[in-house]
Structure formats: structure tokens, C-alpha cells
């Protein structure tokens, strides 16, 4: 048998003052004394289920839970101490001569049950503190580790415990000194709660679904085995056939981050025609041709969910499209049969597919439709506004059974169970339906029932039950569970066939139906096999040594890549799971092994995964891949992958540091000779893209001393895409140069005249070379330049050139809508903006992503704010926390702070707390992350949630630029002085609005030297810039000013059509002062 990690408990003893006998007495009669005493061990340790593993001198050593687990080892191996020391006191030869010190410990150890060979049975450092703690004993003491007691104080009573000093132990070990068996079993018991009420609540919630067409999301929450799958077992097997409701579930991995999508392909094979077909295309297609959609869309619509899944080729796309389809794909199927969807395990769940299931639970349609969610309380750990918000969200929170809901349990299930092991399992289990389960099926399989039941055979944790059972099993079966850990749900015969070839195909066969008999694995989807719970997977493979578990990750990755060939990408991520799992596995021994591991494979797979899942949208997964392959990839690899990682995210600081270590590395390479031209152009190439994430991406903003790196860096680029020789190149980076100029570096007139040719220049040439995405690029250049030189119109005519390029990807056109935002913005043109997006909004086909809307939303809700267009607010606010949720993983790609402040001054207006508060708290926490200016902006959040000025923990003087404007503002829309030597610092030009601004600062000085003439003209000419919103606020300063309450009316029927209770609120406070 090959060695397995297992948990065993440990029992050392040994005879205080041999040596001292060895002067008293004869040889031979010290022999046949320590005879005697090696008896008593050879006939209770076997008693109590331990194994004898050697005598050493005087000192017996015997193991308990090898070969044989039994789950209550610790407490056998107390029993038998006690045992010992009692046959020992009671010998009449022995008694008044010999005294013991025994130690016992529990922990895991490497082991074997081949007690032929010549190797140790156990090895690990538990077995060197079980003899540390013997010889720690005082004579006739028993002293146990911690793991022990905390095993065992239920059953024996211990002394105080007290700390020793063991040798090549950098800290005491804590001891307990036993005392002897407890009278009466110690057992905490749980809350009392059943079953029954919640059964009630899934069948009242499934009546509601079907009479009100409505859908209905239930979450089932609680820890392992307390009975979640039981629970939903029952409900389903309780549906009336008549009802016709079809039944579908998606189950979710145990490897955390590591697997997208993979659950969702038995759930999309389960619900087109029950799992009955392959899934393919045109059966996909099939569902939405049967809804009536266009035979295009229905193409689009199954290319998109396909995508998920690896099949039918990769498209690039947005996540929102993929999240989108899956969303029409099940309501559409609700509206053709009454739909019940399943996620088992959700906590396992990947980020990308939890985000995807969120999207779901907002369903649009009027459908019979209950999605039911199965997870672990770590779930809300995760996501703590799980389910929040929801329409029909049901949270059940399942609690441990009541003893006699137990009770009843046992009784179902065995019948000839006598009653004091009844009452063992109730305590035992704690109220955990799998807990009693699996107490009760060791019995079973050990063939004890009746009067022949022990419960000392009874395990008494769920990985001890488990792991009895796992010594019950035959060679063969254990070979394969240990196979099937590793694997997972991807388990098949032919994938045994080719992991164990050791065995015959009929002996694997014969192997799984001894699993299945036993309900230890159970078939799945498409001829493959499960784990019934996947508690008996992390036993199984916790069993594992880490060699084994190198070996079979690799050669399971290796049979995934042979067995399916010819569609390798539908398998790429799991292969580049057990690839890397073995290869960081072998690295983790501290004795390097002698284990032969392809690392490439390793890293075309995880790179190939990081493609794949970036072109489903899944980009933080793809991130996670291309980490991963950092971790264990050759320095010569990294300039590549890290490349690849920036290359997979959007402009952010994430980015910005991903191809700052490709070029870390590629200057490391080249470090010590001149690059040849091959190498300049790889260097070029990063430091663009690096550049164009400052510059054009406004990384920069978000980044502390990158406005100072850029020239030197620009440089750079310079002088090596020179060295290379290549034009392409050397055309993308003078665009770089063009959004420096106009972005970062302070630039006359003059001179961005001077380089607005080069843009042009530039566009000439990728228009030429056929290169969308440059094309676009070098238009934005233009842009940016029109912008600086106030050449609306200009700027205006670029984008819609811009929008016009045919095969643009969705981020090109998506910052082409932005810059005709902001150029109809500069222009005051603000309807054409307004209807310039919702023409857009309306315009999105099924399953189309909003992320390349985002910039254009952001820039357009102040706009909207601003000229009193809420109803637009309306509409852009859901569509932004689409986007917001979409971002939740990388804020450093948040790109979105003007518009969400903007929200955040509209739900104050409205005192809507609830908004108020998510609002303040996400933008806390974006700027936490990401800003430079993060106290500003922090305290900027304070002041206008709180209403307060007060609440700034910084000085007025402290703040600079678009800061200082929006302090500006607040102090004058409440009538509060603002610091005149503040008022440089408020310099901004947003959307050109110098005159609107200009007048800002007349009413400053105005409220300064108390001059309401000054005030009044300032004011006027606010109202003619479509100002409303601050006009009208400022209406209510002057009338309080003044004490002419005609401005009262002015503001009044503005404030009431924009329901701005707050404004509404301050309005009235000064209309009765003036009253009074």
C-alpha cells in the first residue's frame, strides 16, 4: 500500500527507572519482567483498536487510526494508557517495581499498513511529541497533547494543564495531565430547530411562482452537512407532475477562483430537452427561434452563451453580453414550461460565475421561475449584500436538527439500533443530519447492528466518519476515490482507464459500482461521476501524499488533453488547473523531489485559459490564470505573460503595473548588451503601452508620481523604437507623445498647433494600414488636441468620424460616444447629448454589454444633474450599477466617480438614506483605493453626505482644483463664506463652463464684502448657461440675503418639479424667517 497522510493518535510509554533495575537485578529476570509488561501492551492495545508498532528498550509505541480509523482514536488511545497503566499497577509481579510514563498525542502523520516492509508505519512530527510528552510525564502519569484533549474532553477529565519545555520546540508545549474516564459524556447541545417549516416555505414560495407568474430566488444557507441537498431533495420529490415544472441545476466546483463557467454547461445540457441532446449551436439557437427571435439574434444570442463553455470558437465580447444571454435564455424558457433552476455550492463559485448568477436574479420577465441557491455561510463572507434588494428574495437559514428530529432520522434509516446508541449518534452528531448519516452507515458497512452495535466503533467528527468508511473499502475503490478527489466532477471511465492502468477496465467498473452501492459517488452528467458530498472528496484527497497528489494532477491533466483532442479548449481551464496544481505542488516540498514536470505545458495552458476566458468576459479569471502561470513560470517567459496580463485588463492601475514588470524584466535582459533591433521593439512596445495607460487611459490621475515619470519615459520610447527601426511602432508612439501633450504637459496654443499635424499625420497612416483600433486612436489624439484648443466643432466632426469606422471594438466606440458627449457638452448643445445617449441605451440589442458606456454615462449624469434633466438620472442610475457590479473586483478600472457624485447629490436632493448611504460608501471605498488625492475626496464625501462643512478633517485652504469647486459650490449654495485666498485654487473647465464659473466666483466675492448687487448680476447671467439646479439653490441665498422673497418664487416651482426636498426643505426654513 502507498503511503497516505492520516490522522492518527499516538501513544508512547515507557518504564520510569530501567536502569537503575538493570543494576538490582539479573539480566534474565529483567528480561522476563519486561516480558510480562510487553504482554499486557501486546493484548490491550489491540483491544482498543490500536496497532503495536514497535517496542523500544523498555518503551512500547502503538498507533491508533492504522490501519483502521475509527473516528473516536484519541479517545481508544486514553482508554488504552489508562488500560496499561492499570495491568501494570495490578501485576503481582509488576506492581511494585514497575511505573509508567505514557504521553499521547494526535495529528497527521505519513504512514503505511504494509508492516512487512522495512520503512517506519508512521513518520511526522507527532509521533517525536507523543515520546516528548512521555518523557515529560512524571511517574504513573499520562499526559496528552492539545489535539487529543480537545478530542477527548467530552468522554475523560483532565488536570490543569501546564506548559512543558520540549526539545526542538521554539515554544512549551501545553499538557493535560488525565485523570480517568467521565462518568457522564460531556455534550453541548444545539438550538432545537426542524425541518418542516421550511419545506412549508419552498412549497408556498413554488405555489406563488406558478399562480402569480412571477419569479422567485431563494437562498439556502448553512454549514456543511447540516441538510441543505437533503432539504431540496425532498421539495423537489413533492412537485406535482401536473405542474409540469422542469428542473435544471448548476453545480459548482470546490477549486474556489480557479474554474469559470465549467458548472454551467449541466446546467445548459439539463435545460434544453432535460440533458437529453449534445449541446451544439444550433440546439442553442433552437430556444430563441422558438421565442420568436430573429434568426441572427438567436445565432448571436447561442454564440454568446456557448462561449461560457468553449464551444463553437472564441468571439471577443464583453462578460455583460455572455451575462445578458444567460439571462434571456432562462427567461425564455420560463415562459415556455415552469422552470426550476438550481446552483448547488455556491459559495465555490468564481467570481465571474457569482456575478453572473447575481445579473440572473434580476429577471425582467412575468414567469413561472424559482432560482434556489445552495451555500455555505462563507457565501456572505463573499458578498455580504447577497440577495439584498431583491423582489421574491427568500433567505433560509437552516439550523442544526433538534435531538428528536434526529431521533426520527436514525429511526428511518436503521431500525435495530439499540438505545443508548441512539442517544450516542444524537449527541454526537450535534444535530447534523450527515453527521448521524454517516455514524449510522459505519455501522452498516461494519456489519453492527443489534446487540452486536458498539459505540466505540461510532466516530465522532465528520472527517473521522468519513475516513472509516474510506478504510472499509477494497483496494481498487480506494484507488479510485483517491483518483476521483483529485479529478473532481470530470471523473469517467475512460479517464480511470487511462490514470490506473495498473487496474483492468472491468476491475475500475467493478471498483465504481462498489462507490455507487455505497453512495459515496454518484453518476453526473455526460457518463461522468460525483462525489455525493464533497466532504468525502476533501478526506480522500487530504489522505493524499503530496507526490501522489503531484502525480495524479499531472497525469489527469495529461488524459484530459488525450481524451478530448480535438476540442481542447473546452477543457482548457480544467487541464491548466491540474497542471498548475502539480507543479506548485512539487515546489512546495522542502526536500526538492526528483519529479519530472513539463512547466511549459503547465503555462500554454493557464495562458490559453487566461485567452479564453477574457474573450468570455471573465476577465478577473483571466487575470487569476495569468498570476498563476507568473508564479511558476521561467524569468525568460515573464516579459510575455506579464504583457498578456496588462493586454487583458482595462486601463487601470492593475494594468499600469503589469507591463511595468514586463519592462522590469526585459531591462533586466538586456541589462548587460546593447538590445538588437527585435529587442528595442519589444521594449517600444511596452513602454506604449504602459504610456497610453497614463496618458490616453488617465491612469496617471490615479497613480502618485506618474505625471513626473511620463516624459522620462516617453524618451525612452523614443530612442528604442528608433533602434528598432519599425515605422508601425513608431507611429503608435507619436500618438503617445499627441496625449501627453494634451493631457499631461502644459502646452501654448502654439504648440499644440505644432503637433495636432502629427495626429493627423498618423491617422493618414493606420487608415492606411487597415487598423481599426489605431484609426481610432489616432482620431482620439485629435480629439484631445481640439479639446485643448477649443475647437468644438472640430472635436464633434473627429468622433463621428470616428463612430463611423466599420469592425470598431465596443471600447473605441464606446470613447468615441464619450468624446461626443463632452463635444457636445463644450458646445452647451446639452439635448443633443442627452438624446445622443439614450439613442444609444435604446439602441442595445439583447445581450449587449453597457461597459463600453461608461465614460459617456459618467460624463453625462453631472451634465444631467446640472441642467435639471433627474429624468435622465432616472435611467442612467440602474444602468451604472450594472456597470458598478461588473467592476467590483478591479476598482482601479473604476472610471466612473463624476457620475456616481453626481448620483450622490441626486439622491441627497431626494434624502433618499438608502441610496445615500451604498452611494457614499462605494465612493469611499473607490477612492480609498485608487486616488491620489484620497483624503480630499474622502472628506469632499463627508461634507456633502453630512450636510456639514464642519465635517472636513482638513482645512478649506487644504483643497486644490475640481476639489476646491465642488467645496466652492457646497459653501455657496448654503450661504457660507468661502476663504479668498481659496479661490485660486478652484481653477476648472469642465465642459468649458469658464463663464458659468466666472459668475461662481463673483457671488464668492460677492458673499465676501456682503455686496447682493454683485450677487444679483452674477446670478442672472448663471440662469442664461442652463445652470437651473444651481441657479435655483442660489435663488434661496439671495432672497435670505436680501429678504426679498420674490427669488423664493423663482426657486420654488423649479425645486418642486425636481422633488429636491432638501433645497425645498432649506427654501422654506428661510421663508419663514423672513415671515417671522
Not at 422 to 443: D, H, K, Y
Not at 459 to 481: K, W
Not at 819 to 833: D, R
Amino acid at each position: 500500500m502507498p503511503e497516505e497522510r492520516k490522522l492518527v493518535s499516538i501513544l508512547f510509554a515507557d518504564v520510569t527507572g530501567s536502569t537503575a533495575l538493570g543494576d538490582e537485578l539479573d539480566p534474565e529476570d529483567v528480561r522476563a519482567l519486561m516480558g510480562r509488561y510487553y504482554e499486557h501492551a501486546r493484548q490491550i492495545i489491540p483491544q482498543h483498536g490500536g496497532t503495536l508498532e514497535k517496542f523500544i528498550g523498555d518503551a512500547v509505541m502503538a498507533i491508533f487510526g492504522l490501519p483502521q480509523a475509527h473516528g473516536d482514536d484519541p479517545e481508544r488511545a486514553l482508554a488504552a494508557a489508562l488500560a496499561l497503566r492499570k495491568a501494570v499497577a495490578d501485576d503481582e509481579m509488576l506492581g511494585s517495581i514497575f511505573q509508567l510514563r505514557i504521553g499521547v498525542n494526535t495529528g497527521e502523520v505519513m504512514a503505511t499498513s504494509d508492516s512487512t516492509s522495512n520503512q517506519f508505519m508512521a513518520t511526522g512530527d507527532a509521533v517525536n511529541v507523543a515520546a516528548r510528552l512521555e518523557q515529560n510525564a512524571n511517574p504513573g502519569e499520562i499526559l496528552a497533547g492539545e489535539r487529543t484533549y480537545a478530542a477527548a474532553s467530552h468522554a475523560f477529565l483532565f488536570d490543569a494543564s501546564r506548559h512543558a519545555e520540549v526539545k526542538g520546540k521554539s515554544r512549551p508545549l501545553t499538557v493535560y495531565p488525565l485523570q480517568g474516564p467521565r462518568a457522564t459524556r460531556k455534550v453541548e447541545r444545539p438550538p432545537l430547530v426542524g425541518r418542516k417549516q421550511d419545506l412549508m416555505q419552498l412549497a408556498l414560495l413554488q405555489a406563488r411562482a406558478l399562480e402569480e407568474e412571477r419569479p422567485q430566488l431563494v437562498s439556502i444557507t448553512a454549514p456543511a452537512g447540516t441538510g441543505k441537498t437533503r432539504l431540496l431533495e425532498e421539495f423537489l420529490a413533492r412537485l406535482d407532475l401536473d405542474e409540469n415544472f422542469q428542473v435544471a441545476t448548476a453545480r459548482c466546483l470546490p477549486y474556489g477562483q480557479t474554474l469559470t463557467y465549467w458548472p454551467l454547461r449541466g446546467l445548459l445540457s439539463q435545460l434544453i430537452q432535460g440533458g437529453d441532446i449534445t449541446i451544439t449551436r444550433p440546439n442553442v439557437a433552437h430556444v430563441f427561434r422558438e421565442a420568436s427571435y430573429a434568426q441572427a439574434d438567436a445565432e448571436r444570442l447561442a454564440d454568446l452563451i456557448l462561449a461560457t463553455l468553449g464551444i463553437e470558437g472564441e468571439t471577443t465580447t464583453d462578460r455583460e453580453n455572455i451575462f445578458s444571454a444567460w439571462r434571456l435564455l432562462i427567461e425564455v424558457l420560463a415562459t415556455q414550461a415552469p422552470r426550476i433552476v438550481i446552483f448547488e455550492d455556491l459559495h465555490w463559485a468564481s467570481d465571474s460565475l457569482f456575478d453572473l448568477v447575481e445579473y440572473i436574479t434580476h429577471l425582467r420577465t412575468q414567469a413561472p421561475l424559482m432560482l434556489i441557491a445552495l451555500s455555505r455561510p462563507e457565501l456572505l463572507d463573499r458578498r455580504p449584500n447577497w440577495g439584498g434588494g431583491r423582489q421574491n428574495f427568500t433567505s433560509l437559514a437552516l439550523q442544526p436538527l433538534s435531538p428528536r428530529n434526529t431521533q426520527e432520522l436514525i429511526s428511518h434509516l436503521m431500525q435495530d439500533v439499540p438505545q443508548a446508541v441512539r442517544t450516542q449518534i444524537v449527541e454526537r452528531s450535534g444535530g447534523n443530519p450527515f453527521f448521524a448519516l454517516e455514524l449510522l452507515r459505519g455501522l452498516q458497512e461494519r456489519g453492527l447492528t443489534g446487540d452486536t452495535a458498539s459505540i466505540e466503533q461510532l466516530p465522532d467528527t465528520v472527517h473521522a466518519a468519513v475516513q472509516a468508511r474510506l478504510d472499509q473499502l477494497s483496494r481498487p475503490e480506494r484507488s479510485v476515490l483517491q483518483v476521483a478527489s483529485v479529478a473532481g466532477r470530470a471523473l469517467s471511465l475512460t479517464m480511470l482507464a487511462e490514470v490506473l492502468s495498473e487496474y483492468s477496465l472491468s476491475e475500475l467498473q467493478q471498483a465504481l459500482d462498489g462507490l455507487l452501492e455505497r453512495d459515496i459517488l454518484v453518476p453526473s452528467e455526460g457518463h461522468t461521476y460525483a462525489f455525493l458530498h464533497i466532504l468525502f472528496r476533501d478526506v480522500a484527497y487530504g489522505t493524499l501524499a503530496r507526490t501522489q497528489r503531484v502525480r495524479l494532477h499531472e497525469k489527469i491533466a495529461t488524459s484530459l488533453e488525450t481524451l478530448n483532442a480535438d476540442h481542447l479548449d473546452e477543457y482548457a481551464e480544467l487541464i491548466a488547473y491540474h497542471y498548475r496544481e502539480a507543479v506548485t505542488l512539487s515546489r512546495q516540498a522542502a526536500i526538492r523531489t526528483q519529479l519530472q514536470l513539463d512547466v511549459s505545458k503547465a503555462l500554454h495552458f493557464l495562458r490559453r485559459a487566461a485567452h479564453l476566458a477574457s474573450h468570455a468576459g471573465a476577465y478577473f479569471e483571466a487575470q487569476n490564470y495569468l498570476q498563476s502561470a507568473i508564479a511558476i513560470a521561467p524569468e525568460s517567459e515573464l516579459i510575455a505573460i506579464y504583457e498578456e496580463l496588462g493586454d487583458c485588463m482595462f486601463w487601470s492601475r492593475t494594468t499600469a503595473e503589469a507591463y511595468q514588470q514586463a519592462f522590469a524584466y526585459w531591462e533586466k535582459q538586456n541589462t548587460e548588451h546593447t538590445p538588437d533591433a527585435s529587442q528595442s521593439l519589444v521594449g517600444a512596445r511596452l513602454l506604449r503601452k504602459l504610456l497610453i495607460n497614463y496618458t490616453r487611459g488617465g491612469g496617471w490621475e490615479r497613480i502618485e508620481g506618474t505625471e513626473q515619470q511620463i516624459p522620462v519615459l516617453l524618451e525612452r520610447a523614443q530612442t528604442l523604437v528608433a533602434a528598432s527601426g519599425n515605422e508601425y511602432e513608431q507611429w503608435r508612439i507619436h500618438l503617445v507623445r499627441c496625449f501627453s501633450r494634451s493631457h499631461i504637459v502644459e502646452s501654448s496654443k502654439e504648440e499644440l498647433q505644432q503637433i495636432l499635424p502629427v495626429a493627423q499625420e498618423a491617422t493618414t497612416y493606420f487608415e492606411q494600414q487597415n487598423d481599426p483600433q489605431a484609426l481610432s486612436e489616432a482620431l482620439d489624439a485629435q480629439t484631445t488636441l481640439f479639446m485643448r484648443l477649443r475647437d468644438y466643432p472640430a472635436m464633434l466632426e473627429v468622433n463621428q468620424r470616428r463612430r463611423a469606422i466599420p469592425h470598431l471594438s465596443a471600447a473605441e466606440l464606446g470613447d468615441a460616444l464619450h468624446m461626443l458627449v463632452f463635444s457636445y457638452g463644450y458646445m452647451k448643445n446639452y439635448e443633443a447629448s442627452f438624446e445622443l445617449v439614450l439613442q444609444e441605451l435604446k439602441s442595445l440589442r439583447p445581450g449587449q454589454s453597457l461597459l463600453h458606456l461608461s465614460a459617456a454615462l459618467s460624463s453625462i449624469a453631472p451634465v444631467a444633474f446640472g441642467t435639471g434633466h433627474w429624468d435622465l438620472l432616472e435611467i442612467l442610475y440602474p444602468k451604472m450599477e450594472e456597470i458598478r457590479e461588473q467592476n467590483s473586483s478591479d476598482l482601479s478600472t473604476f472610471n466612473m466617480f463624476d457620475g456616481y457624485f453626481s448620483l450622490l447629490r441626486w439622491a441627497l436632493a431626494h434624502e433618499n438614506r438608502p441610496t445615500i448611504d451604498s452611494i457614499a460608501a462605494f465612493l469611499r471605498r473607490v477612492v480609498g483605493e485608487i486616488f491620489a488625492l484620497r483624503e480630499q475626496f474622502t472628506n469632499v464625501i463627508e461634507i456633502y453626505q453630512t450636510d456639514d462643512i464642519g465635517a472636513s478633517s482638513l482645512k478649506l485652504t487644504d483643497y486644490q482644483g475640481g476639489m476646491a469647486r465642488i467645496i466652492l459650490l457646497f459653501c455657496l449654495e448654503r450661504n457660507l463664506p468661502f476663504p479668498e485666498e481659496l479661490i485660486p485654487n478652484t481653477q476648472t473647465d469642465l465642459f468649458g463652463s469658464g463663464n458659468s464659473f466666472k459668475q461662481d466666483i463673483e457671488i464668492a466675492y460677492a458673499i465676501l464684502t456682503d455686496d447682493n448687487e454683485r450677487f444679483a448680476r452674477a446670478l442672472e447671467k448663471l440662469e442664461q448657461y442652463q445652470e437651473v439646479v444651481h441657479a435655483a439653490r442660489l435663488d434661496i441665498v439671495l432672497a435670505e440675503r436680501t429678504g426679498d422673497r420674490r427669488y423664493l418664487g423663482m426657486a420654488r416651482p423649479i425645486l418642486e418639479r425636481l422633488q429636491d426636498r432638501q433645497f425645498l426643505r432649506r427654501l422654506n426654513d428661510v421663508a419663514e424667517r423672513l415671515t417671522s
